[in-house]
Structure formats: structure tokens, C-alpha cells
């Protein structure tokens, strides 16, 4: 009889594990990212894997971020869908962010983003803006 309690203990040990394992894959969500305009922002175009397009024609532009968990945005600017910026100046950003920005291309970087639905404000200067 001792032997068969134990295995009951074990057994409900076992459950409560594998229910707990399911519980924390299950929050594997897909990645939302948020992009607002706010200043010379033509259009934000998100694309999958946290890929952002933003179009730009002054050179000069700011836009708001932000994620529902934590990820890597990378992001590609454009004047217009025919031209890139040919090199950017800077990337500055206010608001929570896990790491810094990196460049990635003359025209594309990529940032952390906290993941925590706070928007990081983001403002992108070219060097031979308009």
C-alpha cells in the first residue's frame, strides 16, 4: 500500500510538471510591433519578422515603436518606394529599449525593442536629406 501511494505522488508530480511545461510554451506569442508616425513620416510599412519600411521624403522623420514582447526590429528607410536614404546621419530614441541601435546598411538598422507596449519614440536624420 505504501508503494502505491508513492507512485500516486509521483504520478501527480509528473502531471503538475507537464502542465506547467504547456502552460510555458504556451506563451510563445507572435511578435505584434506598433508603428505610428509623427513627423515627416509618409507610411510605415511592417513586414513579417519584425521588418519595418518607413518612407521618409524629407530625410528628416520621427515615428513611435513599440512590441507586445521583446524583439529585434530591423528597419529599412526610404524617400519614396523608388529611393532609399543613401546614408544615414543618425538614429536617436527615446523610451525603453534592451540595447542599442546598430547599423546594418547605409540605409537600415536595427533595434531592441522592451517589448512591454510602451513605444520608444524614434527620430532618423539622412545625411543628404532634402
Known amino acids: 500500500?505504501?508503494?502505491?501511494k508513492m507512485s500516486l505522488?509521483?504520478?501527480?508530480?509528473?502531471?503538475?510538471i507537464g502542465a506547467v511545461l504547456l502552460s510555458v510554451q504556451g506563451?510563445?506569442?507572435d511578435l505584434q510591433l506598433s508603428a505610428t508616425?509623427?513627423?515627416n513620416v509618409e507610411k510605415i510599412t511592417i513586414r513579417e519578422k519584425g521588418e519595418?519600411?518607413?518612407?521618409?521624403?524629407?530625410?528628416?522623420?520621427?515615428?513611435?515603436?513599440a512590441a507586445n514582447q521583446e524583439a529585434t526590429v530591423?528597419?529599412?528607410?526610404?524617400?519614396?518606394?523608388?529611393?532609399?536614404?543613401d546614408k544615414i546621419e543618425g538614429?536617436?530614441?527615446a523610451g525603453k529599449l534592451s540595447s542599442s541601435v546598430k547599423m546594418t546598411g547605409a540605409n537600415?538598422?536595427?533595434?531592441?525593442?522592451?517589448?512591454?507596449?510602451?513605444?520608444a519614440k524614434v527620430q532618423v536624420v539622412d545625411y543628404y536629406r532634402n
Do not use: W
Not at 500500500?1 to 502505491?4: A, E, K, P, Q, S
Not at 530591423?74 to 536614404?85: G, L, T
Not at 537600415?108 to 513605444?119: K, L, Q, T, W, Y
Open 37 to 39: 508616425p509623427i513627423k
Open 91 to 93: 538614429v536617436s530614441v
Open 9 to 16: 505522488a509521483s504520478l501527480k508530480s509528473v502531471i503538475i
Open 108 to 119: 537600415s538598422f536595427s533595434m531592441d525593442v522592451s517589448g512591454n507596449g510602451e513605444p
Open 52 to 65: 519595418l519600411d518607413v518612407f521618409c521624403p524629407t530625410g528628416i522623420c520621427q515615428f513611435e515603436l
Open 1 to 4: 500500500m505504501g508503494l502505491r
Open 27 to 29: 506563451c510563445n506569442e
Open 74 to 85: 530591423n528597419v529599412n528607410m526610404h524617400y519614396d518606394i523608388s529611393r532609399q536614404f
